[in-house]
């Protein structure tokens, strides 16, 4: 069921890529269909000037928050954005790091890879990299090596949240910090209740907040902090369970 769910994430992202969203929107309630991807992604907190500035391509409207705007990114550190996608927050991080720093993006579906690259080539930026890793199994960077991991709506697709925290954890430095937009629920599903598009759909994968939480803390976090947390669907439930988005930020 891990690999299947893992194959079915890789087709429905690289559909989006290909496609580029035009058809789509981004999560429950957030945007109607119709909306471009840099309307839906004004509505989870970007900045409309910050996402003329990057490439357009790289905005899917496939986020469910905005945790750049908090990451407190300065010049000269290395940023990490887990599920890079086509490079929004990458583009972002860029001019915030600028050329003494570094922002790297780690994904596992090829075909974000490569228009995250394409992108970057495009937009003369010389200071991002893309990567290709699962981000629970293993991310492609040494312990103790970078300052910030930021993460737009990835945590959740995961089958492992613990592990993925462990990695993170891993890869930053004493004292980094990371910033995450998620997606929680009110109840969680039994193994035999979940539905691959909804798993795919960033639904059925989600933890309670107290579980989310206790995994961060299980990979040894500290300082735990909820800086945002919105109900999502005005708090319409989707299949029985209510669905809400939290920015979380947490120090190693
Ligand atoms: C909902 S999209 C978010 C993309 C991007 N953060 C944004 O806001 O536009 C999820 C992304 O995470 C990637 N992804 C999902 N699970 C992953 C994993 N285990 N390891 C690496 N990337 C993953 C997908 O390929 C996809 O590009």
Redesign the pocket.
């Known amino acids: 069921m891990k690999n299947s769910i ?1 194959d079915d ?2 087709k429905r ?1 690289s559909k989006i ?1 290909m496609s580029g969203n035009d058809d789509c929107c981004c999560m429950p309630g957030e945007c109607k269909k119709g909306d471009s991807p840099i309307d839906a992604t004004k509505l989870i907190g970007y900045d409309q000037e910050e996402l003329e500035s990057i490439p357009q391509e ?7 928050g905005a945790p750049i705007n908090h990451a407190g990114l300065k010049e000269g550190e290395i940023v990490v ?6 490079g ?2 990458i583009f972002l991080a860029s001019k915030k790091v600028l050329d003494s720093g570094k922002a790297i993006g ?4 090829d075909q ?1 890879l490569e228009k995250a690259r394409e992108n970057a080539l495009r937009g003369n930026y010389s200071n991002v990299e893309f990567k290709k ?5 293993n991310i492609p960077l040494d312990h103790n090596s970078v300052d910030a991991v930021i ?4 945590i959740n ?2 089958t492992n949240k613990t592990n ?1 925290f462990k990695e993170i954890f891993r890869i930053l430095k004493s004292n980094g910090r990371m910033v995450i937009s998620d997606l929680i629920t009110n109840v969680e599903l039994h193994p035999e209740e979940i539905n691959s598009d909804q798993w795919c759909e ?1 639904i059925d994968g989600a933890l309670t907040k107290e579980n989310y939480l206790s995994c961060m803390k299980q990979a040894g976090f500290e300082k735990i902090e909820i800086l945002e947390e919105r109900k999502y669907m005005d708090g319409e439930k989707i299949n029985g369970r209510e669905i809400s988005s939290l920015v979380v930020r947490a120090i190693k």
Do not use: P
């Not at 890793?133 to 199994?137: A, K, M, S």
């Not at 993460?151 to 990835?154: A, D, F, L, Y």
């Open positions: 893992k994430i890789k992202y890529v790289a905005i899917l409207g496939v986020g469910c954005d887990l599920g890079s996608g086509a929004i927050d780690i994904d596992m579906t974000m890793g699962d981000i629970e199994e993460s737009n709506c990835v697709l995961t993925a960033c």
